[in-house]
């Protein structure tokens, strides 16, 4: 069973930075694009930013556009979403999700909530001073 484990929210104070991890279990995370959401209270959840199988491609929501940065390290079975420039509007819960392969574009990857099937429980990040 395909497991996502987010990790590394918090309390930050705008213009702060924070780095989430997300950590794969019962699978190989290198057999699947990876993608970032959140969602903040009373929203519709969002995609952040996603990344493909190789690594290779990205995407990112023009709100956090030259902010966050996506990787993945298929070795540690991990990806990352570093965060910087923080601003308060980034306060949400934030999760990771692996997209079905059905929907997988080869060295594509894709931020449509619909395209994705295996979520984590996410991780709260909060920024205010």
Same mark, same amino acid.
């Given at each position: &069973?395909?497991?996502?484990?987010?990790?590394?929210?918090?309390?930050?104070?705008?213009?702060?930075?924070?780095?989430?991890?997300?950590?794969?279990?019962?699978?190989?995370?290198?057999?699947?694009?990876?993608?970032?959401?959140?969602?903040? $209270?009373?929203?519709?959840?969002?995609?952040?930013?996603? *990344?493909?199988?190789?690594?290779?491609?990205?995407?990112?929501?023009?709100?956090?556009?030259?902010?966050?940065? *996506?990787?993945?390290?298929?070795?540690?079975?991990?990806?990352?979403?570093?965060?910087?420039?923080?601003? $308060?509007?980034?306060?949400?819960?934030?999760?990771?999700?692996?997209?079905? $392969? *059905?929907?997988?574009?080869?060295?594509?990857?894709?931020?449509?909530?619909?395209?994705?099937?295996?979520?984590? &429980?996410?991780? &709260?990040?909060?920024?205010?001073?």
């Amino acid at each position: &069973q395909l497991q996502l484990v987010e990790s590394g929210g918090g309390l930050v104070q705008p213009g702060g930075s924070l780095r989430l991890s997300c950590a794969a279990s019962g699978f190989t995370l290198d057999d699947y694009a990876i993608g970032w959401f959140r969602q903040a $209270p009373g929203k519709e959840r969002e995609g952040v930013s996603c *990344i493909s199988k190789s690594g290779g491609s990205t995407k990112y929501a023009d709100s956090v556009k030259g902010r966050f940065t *996506i990787s993945r390290d298929n070795a540690k079975n991990t990806v990352y979403l570093q965060m910087k420039s923080l601003k $308060p509007e980034d306060t949400a819960v934030y999760y990771c999700a692996a997209q079905k $392969p *059905i929907t997988t574009v080869p060295a594509m990857c894709s931020m449509r909530r619909i395209n994705f099937g295996s979520w984590g &429980q996410g991780t &709260q990040v909060t920024v205010s001073s």
